[in-house]
């Protein structure tokens, strides 16, 4: 049973970088042809896709955040990680990693809270 | 980028009663589309993926149909724990989009 697990700071100060980990436990996060990504929910509000990485390396980001955003995969330790720089107010939100297949997201994290405030 | 739209933004339904949720696509999507269901509180689950197949565990009253750019999520007999908002995906093109979410709640 694939499991995802986020963690890191659940308060960020503005104009500083979220950082986020994501350890996947019950699969390999090089095994082929799945993509490991993070998506966001801000309170009350609906989903955004923030970026996806492949085992390799490659990356893919919405344009919306392709600014601030880097998505990094550690083999090794079987995770992998999320960076938003500059962050305001409106990027406070419970964030997810998951994993997909060909676009469709099977597996999630139970999500965390990230406050951006001072 | 494709834009996703859900109709309606809520509804109030009794158990029993069947629901629609309607998802249309900014452009062609084939049928790269996928439904989800968000209780409070929890990550989203998957229910259908490809527009029409069902999810592995996903009770069969949970269906999907439509290709293109128009498709639709049925309910075929509401109950108590389908109480949820209901999202829609696509998945033909990067950057991957959600639909604004559909709530449905009790009558």
């Known amino acids: 049973q694939l499991q995802l697990q986020e963690s890191g700071p659940g308060l960020v100060k503005p104009s500083e970088t979220l950082s986020l980990t994501c350890t996947v436990s019950?699969?390999?996060?090089?095994?082929?042809?799945?993509?490991w990504g993070w998506i966001r929910q801000p309170p009350g509000k609906g989903l955004e896709w923030i970026g996806s990485?492949?085992?390799?390396?490659?990356?893919y980001y919405n344009p919306s955040l392709k600014s601030r955003v880097t998505i990094s995969v550690d083999t090794s330790k079987n995770q992998f990680s999320l960076k938003l720089s500059s962050v305001t107010a409106a990027d406070t939100a419970v964030y997810y990693c998951?994993?997909?297949?060909?676009?469709?997201?099977?597996?999630w994290g139970q999500g965390t809270l990230v406050t951006v405030s001072s | 980028d494709i834009q996703m739209t859900q109709s309606p933004s809520s509804l109030s339904a009794s158990v029993g009663d069947r629901v629609t949720i309607t998802c249309r696509a900014s452009?062609?999507?084939?049928?790269?589309l996928n439904w989800y269901q968000q209780k409070p509180g929890k990550a989203p689950k998957l229910l259908i993926y490809?527009?029409?197949s069902l999810q592995s565990g996903v009770p069969s009253r949970f269906s999907g149909s439509g290709s293109g750019t128009d498709f639709t999520l049925t309910i075929s007999s509401l109950q108590p724990e389908d109480f949820a908002t209901y999202y829609c995906?696509?998945?033909?093109?990067?950057?991957?989009?959600f639909g604004p979410g559909t709530k449905v709640d009790i009558k």
């Open positions: 998951a994993r997909r297949l060909e676009g469709v997201i099977a597996d």
């Open positions: 019950g699969g390999s996060i090089s095994s082929s042809s799945y993509y």
């Open positions: 990485i492949y085992y390799s390396g490659s990356t």
């Open positions: 452009q062609s999507i084939s049928s790269y």
């Open positions: 490809a527009a029409s």
């Open positions: 995906q696509q998945s033909y093109s990067t950057p991957l989009a």
